[in-house]
């Protein structure tokens, strides 16, 4: 999975929902666990949330909990992130990005390969 492509960002009130897209080139997409992080101004890189290759066991962080649903369809080497009652404080580049050992899904310095990053801006 050596290239990722995010689609999907933009500006949305706060309330308001945005699903964030992210597709992958290469084979053996499902040996891959694929996760979501975000990066405000100033701030470090924040896990958002991960989900295995077989699409089950998925994990979120505090901040998104009961509000975002990550999800991946394999058969076309994608994963989307669903995000419900988006707060100013999501305001944020949001990253995909693959895990091959399955190990510390909630580190970044454990994924092997990212996206570009898409812009997600919450107004009040």
């Known amino acids: 999975q050596g290239h990722l492509v995010e689609s999907g960002g933009g500006l949305v009130q706060a309330g308001g929902s945005l699903t964030l897209s992210c597709t992958a080139s290469?084979?053996?997409?499902?040996?891959?666990?694929m996760g979501w992080f975000r990066q405000a101004p100033g701030k470090e890189r924040e896990f958002v949330a991960t989900?295995?290759?077989?699409?089950?066991?998925?994990w979120y962080g505090d901040s998104v909990k009961g509000r975002f649903t990550i999800s991946r369809e394999n058969a076309r080497n994608a994963v989307s992130l669903q995000m419900n009652s988006l707060k100013r404080e999501d305001t944020a580049v949001y990253y995909c990005a693959a895990n091959s050992r399955l190990i510390r899904l909630s580190d970044p310095a454990a994924y092997d390969y990212w996206g570009q990053g898409t812009q997600v801006t919450v107004s009040s």
């Open positions: 989900v295995t290759g077989s699409g089950g066991p998925r």
């Open positions: 290469g084979r053996a997409f499902t040996t891959y666990a």
